[in-house]
């Protein structure tokens, strides 16, 4: 029966690497490492992990997939073999998850499959873009190039995400504070004054009436409110995961006011281009690469859009004629798509629109984060301000009545 064994070794040149293999013993790990050229220093069975791995704990983040992605095409320019490159990234890597999909990786290479097919089983990992890319190196004889190529692209892509999740930081932070002081003054405050306004007796204004109902609702039927909130949060994301549902949501965001849905367009646009880019200057061929950039664009509006590319172009026709019937796509991209395919400098035009955009969403997030702050800081006053004034009401109407 085989099992896993932790190795340590040295290769003739003294440099350390350390790994995992399946075995049937020590001794077939040994001879296999031998066989290697590598010094043994030490084999031991790995023993079972008993930590419990929560799933969100064990994703793979993307720093360190463009970290691994530099490290290999360094490697591999320097004439290292692939096998070799993939022991190193295994002992260097501090990405559990990483090492963890880097030991199935040079395990199958080891079984002789090429470097893209190995990757492309571990789709939650290494997506179609980086698989075709890698793919289109190891075709060409240029890994090392495209493997740069996938690193440039993962870091645009993150530096993307980054400027959206930073526009929404402020107006999280502040709803959940806004959620936290209306809970506590409901739960809280608003009884002090139900017990006070029962002792005057009389009938009390109806906003005060409103916001006393509210607090026994929360203080008596908490549970319900809880299991509710949680219903709708499985529910909708139950519903964003569905096609249909992520059909009428990705289109309800393109047209979401306060300069949202024209942050969301800027976003898909600069996202398609930069990975059309990559894809071609790769070498990838067109008609893959029109499905790959369709299948990560993020934006069913712009999936169906290369839908239209695609027939397009079996058909004899072009790229940039269907770009300029979408309305996800401003007619400036179908234009400059349109002359890249006159000039034979394709990857270059989408380039240039993957850069513009990517600055479009820089000052796009600006600005709406300076729309926000004001409309959020409104917000909470407006409701901190109704509760006092629900409670402060009926003192102001037995001040009369003692006048």
Known sequence: MSATYVFKAIDLVGV???????????????????????IVLDIAEKRSSKEIKLPWANRVKSADLTIMTRQLSTMVSSGMTIL???????????????KETLVVVRKDVEAGLPLSDALERHPKVFDPLFVAMTRAGETGG?????????????????????????????????????????????????????????????????????????????????????????????????????????????RAMLKAPMKIGDIVQKVALARWSRTFSALITAGVP????????????????????????????????????????????????????????????????????????EDQVAAAVKSLTAIIEPIMIIVVGAIVGFIVIAMYMPMFSLYDQIK
């Open 16 to 38: 350390q690497s350390k790994g995992e293999l399946d075995a049937d013993s020590k001794q077939a790990v040994n001879d296999q490492l031998k066989s290697r050229g590598l």
């Open 84 to 98: 070799r490159a993939l022991y190193v990234l295994e002992a260097q890597t501090e990405s559990d998850a990483l």
């Open 142 to 250: 240029v890994l090392d190039s495209a493997l740069i190529r996938v690193a440039d692209q993962l870091e645009k892509a993150d530096a993307l995400r980054r400027q959206v999740k930073s526009a929404m930081t402020y107006p999280t932070v502040i709803i959940t504070f806004a959620m936290i002081v209306v809970l506590a003054l409901v739960t809280f405050l608003v009884p002090v004054f139900a017990g006070i306004f029962k002792e005057f007796g009389g009938q009390l204004p109806l906003i005060t009436r409103v916001t006393v109902a509210a607090s026994d609702f929360v203080k008596g039927y908490w549970y319900v409110l809880i299991a509710g909130t949680a219903g709708a949060i499985f529910g909708f994301r139950k519903f964003k995961k569905s096609p249909r549902g992520r059909e009428i949501l990705q």
């Open 286 to 357: 067109l008609l893959a690469a029109l499905d790959i950039v369709g299948k990560t664009a993020g934006n069913v509006v712009v999936e169906q859009a290369m839908d239209k590319v695609v027939e397009s172009v079996k058909s004899g026709g072009t790229i940039a004629g269907p770009l300029k019937e979408s309305s996800v796509f401003p007619s400036m991209v179908g234009h400059m798509v349109g002359v890249g395919e006159e000039t034979g400098a394709l990857d270059a035009m989408l380039s240039k629109i993957a850069d513009f955009y």
